[in-house]
């Protein structure tokens, strides 16, 4: 036997089911004793009240019976009524003598019919029923809700009105002669309404939903009205019954005619009592509704500021999203439907905002606009609250964005908001497709089971570092995940803006809307995705390499084939080289004005006329033979011929000089399927002279042995591992202190470490993780290691240790304590030796009172540097894109001037782009994160595109995924002349696949008369000193061909000039602006000189050689833009910066060689620049 003393007694078998079954077998000697616990007084009054009162659904089912028992009285009256006819005689017979014997004299009232009534027995019998539960029912309630004031009990409103109604009928019962007395029972009405609004209370008790307070107010409000008309009917009826007799019809017509005001007269009260009434209606009227409508109005304001619902049944018909917020300004509103609604498949669906705060008056006036009116619902709330998701119908919901406040001072708080947000929306709807911003990288671990994350400082930091090596990336990714609506670039309103005509000579080829002619027609190309079998563009390419596809494709339709998604992986492969094979499953990604499916195919003539076939190129930039003409919608693509072309054709013919050289005499084609030997061509890393792992002398001098491999240390969780150059031991901190020597080196500025390459300078007011993500991307190991440069960080904080412990490991990465405020320290870390120099927005100036003043300081801050050191290439974060327009900023200039003009009116026809023009984002020198929103927005049509877009910024990884470079076009790469050629070059060679042009032209040569900065006066009598400055200029900022490979359009356009200065006496307005023109210059000149003078002293009072800077040299008189996949007839220009996306070095390394992999390994990648130098 077990002592059932020293073990723990089992449950008392009340609680157990098994003993309930067996029997209380078990607990025969057991002494305990069973106690029940009562949470109230366990008394029969506190019973009656825990069903009368206290238990939501019986006292909801005595409200209903309360409410059933007022209105059939009120229904046994309109009986009585009815079927009472005063004529016949009165209840009381002996009265009834009396009163026919009296003679009444006129202005008399016979108060007889007003006091008796004719009342059937069957209907007294069931008044007195319903009177007699009435009042039981009255006195009981009374019983159970008293206090200890009786009095307060007896003198409620509805405990009279029902003593009134329901006593005289019991007192009937004993005292028969008053069975047919009048009582005012229609008063009952009253009772109803007030056992109504318990009834609806107690309704959202027991079903745990609570109704909208408009509702709640509405129903009294109709309530009301109905008591005080049905009270009037029925008390004019019966006191007109000595009077006028009227029916019940003819008192609601009174009624009606009354309380609307009209009063037509045809009918009204004859004696006083029934005048009294009205007088006393129209009083309480008076004074009740009112009441009730200043209530109700209340309510309506507050529900409009707070949004109302969003109705079940809309939400179970029709489509919508929720957008979750913790402020809306009208930049974010606009720029989340502009992009949202730019798709055709979405216009049907609706956008609820759930934002916490009011709706401010600007955003108020924008959704009264019809256009979002009737698609786009506010509710003021909160995603942390259940009541408020439930109103957004957030379960039913298409999609759930969820947005950071980036204008917070607290940018890690704000962070916590959307994490807590993102899991409210969770929890309270599992099935909810997630789309968060997050602005920390750090925080983005919290959401990782949300369907789309962008983190914001990830890929600003990606961007922002790939801007330093391939020009204008920004502007690259920008344009791609921006929805075009088929808007071709506005050339003609730059042309009437400018006043300036276009003829058919040669020279007015090179307009100056020709860049914009063709960069707003390329930057209406985006990434589309389609199944191979079912497209028509890559069908036929089944079977054959990733490379002919993409050669082929564009050659034959236009389009650029990027990258391919295998149907049984979810990983995007960018490029994945020649070894890749295309199959009938995969899903293709490609770069396109429009989707396949939106296009029309037309096939052109094989029978051309003699002379269409030898057209030849007269210019530089010259229209594409391909037509691409873009509508809303709809694309027609001319087919080319794509049989293969003769090497001795008259477009890809050699110069003659070519030959001289030792050139082949054509480009080898595309193979279908890569053999041995076009392996060997496109591996990158089997084309080299030495192996890495006998580095040269100058390498081993220079301390360039790296090793390769993944950085031990990551500074936050959550970031995507990259095969990076790495140093075999970590630098001590103080080494990594630019500005300071300590015992390892007493280096004191940049300029005494002696770098090969020129600096990349990084001005941030913290070094944040994700700053991090910058450094990543430039010490990628498919970057070149001789190409490396030098990274330092100008922080107005010191770093952390744990920024220093992950930083310590990457080469020629330093950090320096100063501010681009401040000269001196801007000297020290060594802008004169810099090639770019990028200012990241601070968090402390992201919020201002005036919300586009965030951008202040920086501006400033950057035209500063601007004017101080011109030669340098500056990449500036703003917070606003609208402000880019002080970029730079020229008040005298009038092409600048024409560009704004240009750019309201783009605004104003609604543009997503309006600022696109601007030539500092043309030219990729200005950022702002709030141009990637549209990234998140774009993901919920194409969930590939954050993908896409991490694989282009070397975020992510992929085995053998490609990564993007560029190429710089040289003389030597001239001969190849066409952007199809090219394409053919690179997938023949390398595998390398080219995705856009980066070009640079000068603004010497302009058909606008306000561009000429000098007169041909001047230049007659300063020839020679003017062109050896225009030679000097034009050998720095020579980005194509135009002055320095045409002289003969030179003297053209000075001739020109010159016949323009001859007309110039006419027009006095004209010679005063170039007089002003010319003095500005004068100045310009002057000043550059007295901000040349200052640097220099400086640099000579810090001990630094000013010998490194030049005062002269800027790009204030080029321009830059961006071709996205130009058509295949664009000519290539001198110093065009290719874009492209490069196999993965790592697939072509083969695995039956382990000493060339173990030497890929354990050094750093090799220098591929010869194998794209064309």
Not at 578 to 593: A, L
């Amino acid at each position: 036997m077990v002592d059932l003393d020293s073990e723990v007694p089992p449950l008392p078998p009340r609680y157990r089911f098994r003993d309930l079954l067996l029997g209380d077998q078990g607990w025969q000697s057991d002494d305990r004793v069973q106690v029940e616990f009562y949470m109230n007084e366990n008394t029969f009054k506190e019973r009656l009240k825990l069903f009368f009162i206290k238990n939501q659904r019986s006292s909801l089912r005595i409200r209903l019976f309360n409410f059933s028992l007022k209105l059939l009285s009120c229904f046994l009256y309109i009986i009585r009524v009815l079927l009472d006819d005063p004529t016949q005689g009165l209840g009381c017979k002996e009265l009834n003598r009396s009163c026919s014997n009296h003679n009444y004299t006129p202005g008399t009232i016979d108060w007889s019919p007003i006091i008796w009534v004719n009342r059937s027995l069957p209907l007294w019998g069931l008044q007195v029923s319903v009177a007699v539960i009435s009042l039981f029912e009255t006195l009981l309630l009374s019983y159970l809700s008293y206090k200890g004031n009786i009095w307060e009990q007896i003198l409620r409103i509805p405990f009279l009105l029902e003593v009134i109604n329901a006593v005289p009928f019991i007192i009937t019962i004993f005292w028969p002669v008053l069975r047919n007395l009048f009582i005012p029972v229609f008063l009952n009405c009253w009772l109803a309404k007030h056992a109504l609004e318990n009834m609806i209370n107690d309704l959202h008790r027991a079903i745990q939903r609570t109704q909208s307070a408009m509702f709640n107010q509405v129903l009294i409000l109709i309530s009301t009205l109905l008591c005080l008309i049905f009270t009037c009917i029925c008390g004019i009826q019966h006191l007109e019954r000595a009077g006028n007799r009227l029916t019940l019809f003819d008192s609601l017509y009174f009624c009606i005619v009354t309380f609307s005001t009209v009063g037509f007269g045809d009918v009204t009260p004859k004696i006083w009592p029934s005048k009294l009434l009205v007088v006393i209606m129209i009083c309480v009227a008076l004074v009740v509704l009112p009441i009730q409508f200043e209530q109700l109005a209340y309510l309506w304001m507050e529900r409009q500021k707070s949004g109302g619902n969003y109705s079940r049944h809309r939400a179970q018909t029709e489509k919508h999203v929720v957008l979750c917020v913790s402020s809306l300004k009208i930049d974010l509103l606009m720029d989340f439907l502009n992009e949202f609604y730019a798709h055709p498949r979405l216009q049907d669906y609706y956008v609820v905002i759930l934002c916490p705060t009011e709706m401010d008056a600007q955003v108020r006036r924008v959704l009264q606009i019809p256009m979002w009116s009737q698609r786009v619902i506010y509710l003021q709330g909160s995603a942390l609250k259940d009541q408020d998701l439930l109103r957004a119908k957030m379960d039913d919901a298409e999609a759930c964005f969820i947005l950071s406040s980036r204008c917070e001072v607290d940018r890690t708080a704000a962070d916590h908001q959307t994490i807590l947000r993102a899991w409210a929306v969770k929890d309270f709807a599992p099935n909810c497709p997630l789309y968060v911003q997050i602005l920390k990288p750090e925080n983005k671990f919290h959401i990782k089971f949300a369907d789309h994350v962008v983190c914001e400082e990830e890929f600003k930091y990606a961007m922002l570092a790939l801007n330093c090596i391939c020009p204008a990336t920004s502007t690259l990714i920008t344009l791609l995940v921006h929805t075009s609506r088929g808007q071709t670039a506005p050339w003609e309103a730059f042309r009437q803006l400018t006043g300036t005509k276009q003829t058919l000579n040669r020279e007015s080829q090179q307009s100056p809307e020709q860049w914009q002619k063709m960069y707003g027609r390329c930057s209406g190309n985006e990434v589309y995705h389609i199944n191979l079998e079912e497209s028509t563009f890559f069908a036929e390419y089944e079977g054959k390499s990733f490379t002919y596809a993409s050669f082929h494709a564009h050659k034959k339709f236009g389009v650029c084939l990027i990258g391919v998604r295998k149907e049984d992986n979810k990983n995007i492969l960018l490029n994945p080289g020649p070894r890749y094979i295309m199959s009938s499953t995969d899903i293709c990604f490609y770069i396109n004005i429009t989707k396949e499916e939106n296009s029309a195919f037309k096939k052109q003539e094989k029978h051309k006329k003699p002379h269409e076939s030898k057209l030849s190129y007269h210019g530089a930039s010259r229209l594409p033979v391909h037509s691409i003409i873009a509508s809303m919608g709809t694309v027609a693509i001319d087919l080319q011929d794509t049989g293969c072309r003769t090497s001795s054709g008259p477009t890809l013919a050699l110069p003659p000089e070519g030959g001289k050289e030792g050139r082949r005499p054509s480009i080898a084609p595309v193979l279908e399927v890569a053999d041995s030997s076009s392996l060997q061509t496109c591996d990158l890393l089997s084309d080299q002279s030495e192996d890495e792992t006998t580095p040269s002398d100058d390498e081993v001098s220079a301390g360039l042995e790296y090793a390769k491999g993944y950085p031990p240390y990551s500074p936050y969780i959550g970031s995507s591992p990259t095969f990076c150059h790495l140093l075999h031991e970590k630098v001590p901190f103080c080494c990594l202190r630019l500005d300071k020597g300590c015992q390892h080196n007493y280096y004191e500025d940049a300029k005494a470490y002696g770098f090969k390459n020129k600096l990349i300078i990084v001005a941030a007011e913290t070094a944040g993780n994700g700053l991090y993500n910058f450094i990543v991307p430039l010490r990628a190991y498919y970057r070149p290691k001789k190409e490396l440069n030098p990274i330092v960080l100008l922080l107005d904080n010191p770093p952390d240790m744990h920024f220093l412990d992950a930083i310590c490991w990457f080469p020629m990465v330093y950090y320096m304590v100063g501010s681009i405020d401040n000269l001196d320290d801007l000297l020290r870390c060594g802008v004169t030796f810099a090639a770019n120099m990028v200012v990241v927005d601070k968090e402390s100036t992201m919020s201002a009172e005036e919300d586009y003043m965030a951008d202040a300081k920086t501006i400033v801050n950057v035209q500063t540097l601007f004017r101080l050191f011109s030669s340098l290439s500056i990449i500036t974060e703003l917070t606003h894109p609208a402000n880019m327009r002080f970029m730079q900023f020229r008040a005298k200039d009038c092409y600048s001037l024409a560009l704004s003009k240009l750019e309201k009116k783009e605004r104003e026809k609604g543009s997503n782009l309006a600022f696109m023009f601007r030539l500092p984002f043309a030219a990729g020198r200005v950022f702002s994160i709030s141009m990637l929103d549209t990234l998140l927005y774009q993901s919920f049509v194409k969930d590939y595109m954050i993908s896409i877009t991490r694989l282009l910024l070397g975020l992510d990884t992929t085995p053998g995924s490609g990564f993007l470079c560029s190429m710089k076009i040289t003389e030597e790469d001239l001969w190849i002349r066409t952007y199809a050629r090219l394409y053919q070059k690179l997938c023949s060679s390398t595998g390398d696949i080219p995705i856009g042009v980066y070009r640079t032209e000068s603004q010497k040569l302009t058909t606008s008369e306000s561009q000429i900065s000098i007169s041909v006066e001047e230049w007659e009598d300063t020839k020679d000193t003017k062109e050896q400055f225009n030679y000097r200029s034009n050998h720095r900022n020579s980005t194509s061909s135009d002055q320095s490979d045409h002289p003969l359009l030179r003297r053209k356009s000075m001739q020109w000039a010159r016949r323009l200065s001859r007309r110039v006496p006419r027009h006095s307005g004209k010679t005063a602006e170039k007089i002003n023109q010319q003095r500005m210059n004068l100045y310009r000149r002057s000043e550059r000189q007295e901000l040349a003078e200052l640097v220099k002293n400086r640099m000579k009072h810090l001990g630094l050689s000013p010998a490194g800077y030049d005062e002269m040299n800027d790009h204030q008189n080029t321009l830059s833009y961006i071709l996205i996949n130009p058509s295949p007839d664009t000519r290539l220009e001198l110093n065009d910066i290719v874009y492209l996306i490069r196999p993965d070095p790592l697939a072509y390394v083969p695995n039956t060689a382990p000493s060339r992999k173990e030497s890929f390994c354990n050094t750093m990648g090799q220098d591929t620049r010869e194998e794209t130098q064309l």
